[in-house]
């Protein structure tokens, strides 16, 4: 597996990755961490956690890859690792070892697979995660601000009638049940640490669609 640290990156090998998740409580695997925020700061709080961050786009993990090497006195973290990969394509090493997985503003084609119930992303997501584990997506677009993308993109308008008609039934075929869903205003958002949730929080009245699953047939 190709992991990130700092502008440069390096192959983790499965002996040794498995070593490092084995010494931690739980294990929470965040799909298109973009910038990596999320883990890390979360990695701060829960130190009985480790934090994996995955992410296509190796130039947007520098810098906190980079924090995450320093001395623990600057700012280093153990319980944080950044590997390099598209959801599409999960490495084998991630099978069954997730106990929480977090899929926080996706844009592109991790969207549109959350939002259109894609087999192969939710394949993928229930094959890196234990038989139970959570799945929680937090996504926001609105027709009133993203018309455009929503119509390249072929997005439908996001309603409660969208989840119970299409999206429950869909993850459900893939092993995924959906076990609730809500709409969470602009300062709800903003707590979760972000990058995107902070931006998005500021300026707009929009709302952000958190839906929370349960892997159901993932690995024992």
């Not at 130190?47 to 994996?52: A, E, G, Q, S, V």
Request: aromatic residues 10%; glycine residues 10%.
């Amino acid at each position: 597996m190709e992991t990130m640290k700092g502008a440069r990156s390096s192959d983790i090998g499965p002996d040794l990755f498995r070593k490092l998740i084995q010494e931690y409580f739980r294990t929470c695997v965040d799909l298109g961490c973009g910038d990596g925020k999320y883990c890390y700061e979360m990695a701060r709080t829960d130190p009985d956690t480790f934090y994996i961050g995955i992410d296509a786009d190796r130039n947007g993990l520098v810098e906190y890859s980079r924090r995450i090497v320093k001395k623990p006195s600057r700012g280093g973290l153990k319980n944080v690792l950044y590997l390099i990969s598209n959801v599409e394509s999960l490495p084998e090493e991630l099978n069954g070892i997730a106990d929480e997985v977090t899929v926080i503003l996706p844009w592109g084609s991790l969207l549109q697979g959350m939002v259109g119930s894609d087999p192969l992303y939710l394949s993928n997501i229930r094959r890196i995660s234990k038989d139970g584990s959570l799945l929680k997506i937090y996504l926001n677009y609105d027709v009133k601000y993203e018309p455009v993308e929503m119509e390249r993109k072929g997005l439908p308008e996001l309603t409660e009638g969208y989840v119970e008609d299409h999206m429950v039934p869909a993850y459900a075929s893939a092993g995924i049940r959906i076990a609730g869903y809500r709409f969470m205003e602009n300062e709800e958002a903003r707590s979760i640490p972000s990058t995107w949730t902070r931006k998005l929080g500021f300026g707009r009245a929009r709302s952000t669609l958190l839906i929370e699953g349960v892997i159901e047939g993932g690995s024992p």
